[in-house]
């Protein structure tokens, strides 16, 4: 999306600020605590069907792909009460509960995808994404356990490891579950805000900015990294002063001085009309 030589990002922090007027200056940037925990210490991926597949695959000469769905089909027809002698039966189609070594055949099917078009090899996707299910639950669990302390969860580094934020400090409980994981994980304490806050405070921007008469056009994202509601807008008029057009949005206080909102004018529409 193009921006006009006017557009201009301003950071109202000022703007949402919590606390009485006269109050302390009080930093946007907290107190952070890093624990990270290397891959080498943590647990390997235990997929013994797949590495011997792997071996049969370089004794055969065939791809460990075709392999993996040779294997896939002689399980479901020994399983499954479904007929799988027609011609272009798939397991990952008619028989989605087939699993090799907890991974379901059908998602061993589009990491055959992913592989193409990352242009990495079959071992390498399954060696980056196939925890993805085991993984998502881990995952869940951080989210169930802490809804409140949550500040956000990415994978980096291509899927090779995860961040995990809190709001306050690390709990040792989240400590525990996160050395459950394939993968080297960094768990990050004291950002200030959840995700959950960070949620509610771009519904209440972009609530707010639905109702201003000159905005034209807007879209809000939030980041969990910064605490930054990240708000694309366009005006009905281009002003001739950006930082004095976004004072006048007078932004509504969001009650957590971590948790900012980042304004970017644009002269081209952003696609999302206010209602």
Known sequence: ?????????????????????????????AGTETIVL?????????????ERLKR???SSGRPLEEVVKRYASRVAATS??????????DPAVTDPDVTID???????????????????????AIDRFGSQSSNSRVIDRL??????????????????????????PIPARAIELARTL?????????????????????????????SRPEVATMTAHPDDETGQVEVALQPKVMPGDAEEFTRGLQLP???????????????????????
């Open 38 to 50: 290397p891959r080498a210490e943590q647990p390997r991926a235990h997929r013994p069907t797949l």
């Open 143 to 168: 989210n169930a356990e802490f809804p409140d302390e949550i500040s956000g969860v990415r994978y980096v580094d291509d899927h090779r490891g995860l961040r995990v934020g809190f709001k306050g």
């Open 182 to 210: 394939p993968m080297e994980v960094t768990l990050i304490g004291g950002k200030g805000f959840s995700a959950a806050e960070l949620r509610r405070a771009q519904d209440t921007v972009v609530s707010w900015l639905r």
């Open 56 to 58: 049969e695959a370089a």
């Open 102 to 124: 907890g991974i379901p055949y059908a998602e061993l099917v589009d990491l055959g995808t992913i592989a193409r078009s990352e242009g990495i090899s079959y071992e390498e």
């Open 253 to 275: 206080r969001l009650g957590n001085p971590y948790i900012t909102v980042e304004v970017t004018l644009s002269a081209e529409s952003v696609a999302v009309r206010p209602l």
């Open 1 to 29: 999306m193009k921006r006009s030589r006017l557009a201009v990002i301003a950071v109202l922090a000022s703007l949402c600020a919590c606390g009485p007027s006269g109050a302390g200056l009080v930093s946007t940037v």
């Open 80 to 89: 499954s009460p479904k007929p799988t002698d027609f011609e272009g039966y």
